[in-house]
């Protein structure tokens, strides 16, 4: 019987996002969340990054179950794209495997998948691993961690957690549970860590419903809240507040509909009587009845709000009266999008609330001191973050020690990393190679950095191709050449420079028409691109990307 | 004589940036600031915004000076662009005016340019304006508000402010002549409102100096300080301290480099008896006596902490042990390139103190309570918020309006309004034109979309040139079709893709050689474009860019 168990993150250390783990003993592996995250500014094009599983492909038929731990889409995105690689039964609660459904329906996959319920208190046995769930509060109702048995020892995995007194569906963590868990002995923890550098607790959702109610006490007119498509709690707060004040509430986007249907059908949201109506029904309601949640708080382009914002959206205007409630805070990279709805809503007369001026939103992960909590519940001998960038890590690994947690004993990894935990000792293995695996359009791949560096070079100054038919025989130019150019030259700047360019590739290439033809005309694109390249730079201080074209004829 | 003033902003009302306002009496202009602003995310390859001076090409002669508030890039960067069409005198502090000059000698300017020094409590004539600068603090030693008297009333233009009790270099705000300004009748009061939505009192500098005293006194090795290039009182804290705890200071990175020369040749710093030191000669000191001043702290690709962080730094390899404080909070639009350096310090050893974790950073804009305090001391009959975005724009107003200012008497204007103040009233008579202009390059110009469009567009799925030669009599095919791409394909990706579409193109074409050859071959282009683009997207998921070139031979 082997004495250790390995931990390999896939995705998700050294990162926010695409959180994803494999726990392997003997020769069964165990997967932990498969999430997607959204590339950084600089992966021009790309839609999607989702973990690499280079790893488990050799070992595909050791996989006996994916684990979920909730249903937010850096903990379940990736399942579309990886499960046609790596098929096995999807454990996941209710909740969670109702957004997992919607998922896969999408990408044709609902069929063959092959899904399973687990849920807070359950001990489930897959493989030589027991596996059991237990309840902890977050952003989206029903998320769990999971303590994983195998003969070595327990691995508890947080997954997203903070610990929240007094949450919107009156459900806490299951502390007795954790703590049951703890006292049996656990071998490693795999803790959450995004939020370390908050000193102190995070502060309840009952916050914001505290918020909702003064914002909802002063408004004269209609009220529209913004917020995280997956934010069930955050849409039933609302519900709870309206009918206090006797507004109806109707929800308007595509994934929030979706998802709030679910949620309904799962009995995860409580409409309270006819306060939640559909969008024609409230309609009819006077404006100071009214309650509308839309999707774009992150001021995604598409989004309901920011159509509202730039006046684009047809069923809803705004006048002046209403109040506008953006109840997320910018991710990293969204600020300056937000700002302008936020500018543009105020220009249309509309009263905003944000987080910069309002308690709207409170973050779903646990600060320092829930951090802390769960390491005195857990009692760990081995620590592990997870879910954070390296600054997180190292945060996380300092927090550990305050708490007693030998310095040894705390491993921070990189994604690939191989982990071995044994009764005796923890150390990283080895490191298997783990890259930035993209989705642009159906294409999925290792993230090619050429492609990406020519996106960034046409981006910043344009391109222009430089067209030109060459005599086979004698080098004797026949047609051309033609310049055309994209993104490179302003209205009205230089009407002659491009007349000139030709001129110039003309007299270049020309001048070597008394030397006998070379064999390939490779000189000719090195030519015009420098002769060009100078030529335009001098005159407009910029370098598009310069493509010369050159057709023997 | 005219009853009326008239106030027009030309740059950095309804954004952050670019700020410059013309005040116009009878035939007399008078132009507040001259800044420039960086260019928003989807502004892609553009350099940098200036104000649109349109407005004031007509009246060039009537400009009687240019009057600066201090030395910021936001406040005086479009001088060596706007200076070209607009030659006037440049009043400024001596500060100021020694960043000026820096600034023109670099645009070969300074030769021509008329500079006059002007300061705190002085009365400057300047035609039939009167002008009285007031110190105020800021982030920028030398800063002031300007008090521009005229017949019918007094305008008080505050630059950028707050009110720091305890500035670095002892020299408050100027409130006595501020609030006998006030008592003498001030009509308009223009006042800085970017940091409207923080309650309160912003911080003293004085807070950041007790942060790096705890940092230094627990600090075993070398200190590598990251702020902007011109925070000339952040850099005096610096020397301060490291004076108090035995370490000398260096400061590395060209334009830090250059404003701290030129700050100490005009007497705005303090080099403490040999605490400043050059480079060579601090490498001389023991890690634990070293402190290191670094351009960087915003995450700008060239800065030395990039390059410190990315182990591209000749000068300074990090080692354990090494303290790095990043002594600025990252601007929207920053968060993603600065964590990416805090986590690559964490991961070469270093301890990273950044503005998530402890205050090494205060804002140099005054908080509410120093607006209304600025508004108490002023007492003007009409107020206009400038220097901010919509937002900032309507909550000032509302801030306004809490100290008694009657709703009717703000003014809330857009960049082009054209504000007209008599003892009487304030109103927006018109609104000029104000357009974006960009500067990219060596061109300058308004902003153009297409240009801007097509540059979104390369950058997202690339492009696809598609050349043929066609027989200008007959349209047979002579030459092609060939097929380049550019930050379209990935690796590996579907090699026969292009020699697909390359057969796809010669069929789509050759099909219609049975019919006589049309007059101009634009059907082709539209052909190519249609036929390949769905070929692409069905094939790929994504939309290069697609530029067929067609060449009669």
Not at 32 to 57: K, N, R, S
Not at 393 to 399: D, E, G, P, Q, S
Not at 478 to 486: E, H, K, M, N, V
Not at 527 to 541: A, C, N, P
């Amino acid at each position: 019987m082997p004495d250790s168990v390995r931990v390999i993150p896939l995705g998700g250390v050294g990162e926010v996002g695409k959180n994803m783990l494999a726990v392997e003993y003997g020769n069964e592996i165990l997967l932990l969340d498969c999430g997607l995250a959204f590339p950084e500014e600089d992966m021009l094009g790309v839609d999607l990054l989702i973990p690499d599983i280079q790893y488990l492909l050799k070992s595909r038929k050791r996989i006996v179950a994916y684990c979920i731990s909730h249903g937010h889409e850096d903990h379940i995105g990736a399942l579309p794209y990886i499960l046609r690689d790596i098929d096995a039964p999807i454990y996941a609660t209710p909740l969670t495997r109702g957004l997992i459904e919607v998922k896969l329906k999408e990408a044709n996959l609902l069929q063959s998948a092959r899904l399973r319920t687990y849920k807070d208190g359950d001990v489930v046995k897959i493989g030589k691993f027991t596996v059991e769930p237990f309840h902890v509060t977050h952003s989206i109702p029903d998320a769990v961690g999971l303590a994983i048995t195998c003969p070595v020892g327990t691995i508890v995995y947080t997954g997203d957690f903070k610990f929240d007194p007094t949450p919107v569906d009156g459900k806490q963590a299951n502390y007795g549970l954790i703590a049951q868990i703890g006292r049996r002995g656990v071998l490693t923890l795999l803790s959450d860590c995004v939020h370390v550098e908050t000193k102190g607790h995070t502060p309840s959702e009952q916050v914001v419903g505290d918020t909702f109610r003064r914002v909802f006490a002063e408004a004269k007119g209609r009220i529209i809240i913004a917020t995280f498509a997956s934010l069930i709690a955050r849409v039933q707060q609302i519900i709870n507040v309206a009918a206090e004040y006797g507004r109806k509430v109707a929800v308007v986007g595509r994934s929030l509909e979706s998802n709030v249907a679910m949620a309904r059908e799962l009995g995860y949201l409580d409409p309270k009587d006819g306060t939640l109506v559909p969008l024609h029904q409230l309609r009819k309601e006077d404006a100071d009845r009214s309650v509308l949640i839309v999707t774009g708080s992150q001021g995604e382009p598409t989004s309901v709000l920011n159509r509202i914002a730039n006046q684009d959206y047809r069923h809803v205007k705004i006048v002046p009266g209403d109040t506008v409630i953006i109840s997320a805070t910018p991710i990293p990279g969204n600020e300056t999008a937000v700002s302008r709805i936020i500018n543009n809503l105020f220009a249309l007369g509309a009263d905003v609330i944000y987080s910069a001026i309002d308690t709207v939103h409170v973050s779903g992960h646990a600060s320092s001191e829930e951090l802390r909590l769960m390491l005195n519940l857990v009692r760990p001998k081995y620590v592990v973050p997870v879910h954070g960038e390296m600054r997180h890590l190292v945060m996380y690994k300092r927090l550990a020690m305050s708490v007693g947690i030998p310095e040894d004993h705390i491993l921070i990894p990189e994604n690939g990393a191989i982990m071995e935990f044994s009764k005796e000792q923890a150390r990283i293995v080895e490191v298997y190679p783990n890259n930035m695996v993209y989705v642009d359009g159906i294409s999925v791949g290792d993230v090619d950095h050429v492609v990406l560096r020519d996106r960034k070079l046409l981006s910043r100054d344009g391109m222009v191709i430089v067209v030109v038919g060459i005599d086979r025989n004698d080098g004797s130019i026949l047609a051309g050449p033609d310049i055309i150019s994209r993104g490179f030259l302003y209205a009205g700047e230089d009407d002659n420079l491009l007349e000139e360019a030709k001129e110039l590739v003309s007299n270049s290439i020309r001048h070597q028409e008394e030397s006998p033809p070379p064999p390939e005309w490779s000189w000719a694109h090195r030519k015009i691109k420098d002769i060009l390249g100078e030529f335009l730079y001098k005159r407009t201080g910029r370098r598009p990307m310069i493509l010369p074209v050159v057709m023997e004829i």
